[in-house]
T-cell receptor, first 113, second 113 residues
Framework: DAKTTQPPSMDCAEGRAANLPCNHSTISGNEYVYWYRQIHSQGPQYIIHGLKNNETNEMASLIITEDRKSSTLILPHATLRDTAVYYCIVRVERGSTLGRLYFGRGTQLTVWP | DAGVIQSPRHEVTEMGQEVTLRCKPISGHNSLFWYRQTMMRGLELLIYFNNNVPIDDSGMPEDRFSAKMPNASFSTLKIQPSEPRDSAVYFC???FGIGYGYTFGSGTRLTVV
């Protein structure tokens, strides 16, 4: 599986957009980019995923570069409840590695008032 | 939907004792995953099932660990005998299948003394 690189920590003012970067320079053509977050003492929570095109849902937007070597998760209006560790993961959707998600260390996002 | 249900939430046991962790996935989900989280190693995939069949158990640390999924609505992770280094938070997650995110349970915090 392709590995991802994320900054260990970031902070953001409440109400502002939080832009979390992720590098996945060895990503393969059939690997999806997934984002999860983990609020302290809770299980990880699915946020969004995509393959090539940009994606948006009620939680966030995912911007994937044209060469697919990096992506950015955008929380448009961060709140204090968005303080969490954010994981960027690439996952093969077919073949022997079907289904597995490998979590790295993620980015600790702190939203301050 | 109650989500993925894990029990117990907390377990404290003595070294050498058998420990059984339980998981009820979301109804209709056909994939189930067991993860372990520690400060040192982060989130590690232990094993996952598709349609109740174990697909990949390469993450199971030792023969002391075993997992079963007797039906679509129940899975267990057993450690026998337990050791202090097994202390961690164990998460269960389920998924509808390809292209869908995982839903994690709240975890079981295991302490082996």
């Amino acid at each position: 599986d392709a590995k991802t690189t994320q900054p260990p920590s970031m902070d953001c003012a409440e109400g502002r957009a939080a832009n979390l970067p992720c590098n996945h320079s060895t990503i393969s053509g059939n690997e999806y980019v997934y984002w999860y977050r983990q609020i302290h003492s809770q299980g990880p929570q699915y946020i969004i995923h995509g393959l090539k095109n940009n994606e948006t849902n009620e939680m966030a937007s995912l911007i994937i570069t044209e060469d697919r070597k990096s992506s950015t998760l955008i929380l448009p209006h961060a709140t204090l409840r968005d303080t969490a560790v954010y994981y960027c993961i690439v996952r093969v959707e077919r073949g022997s590695t079907l289904g597995r998600l490998y979590f790295g260390r993620g980015t600790q996002l702190t939203v301050w008032p | 939907d109650a989500g993925v249900i894990q029990s117990p939430r907390h377990e404290v046991t003595e070294m050498g004792q058998e420990v059984t962790l339980r998981c009820k996935p979301i109804s209709g989900h056909n994939s189930l995953f067991w993860y372990r989280q520690t400060m040192m190693r982060g989130l590690e995939l232990l094993i996952y099932f598709n349609n109740n069949v174990p697909i990949d158990d390469s993450g199971m640390p030792e023969d002391r660990f075993s997992a079963k999924m007797p039906n679509a609505s129940f899975s267990t992770l057993k450690i026998q005998p337990s050791e202090p280094r097994d202390s961690a938070v164990y998460f269960c997650a389920s998924s509808f299948g390809i292209g869908y995110g995982y839903t994690f349970g709240s975890g079981t915090r295991l302490t082996v003394v």
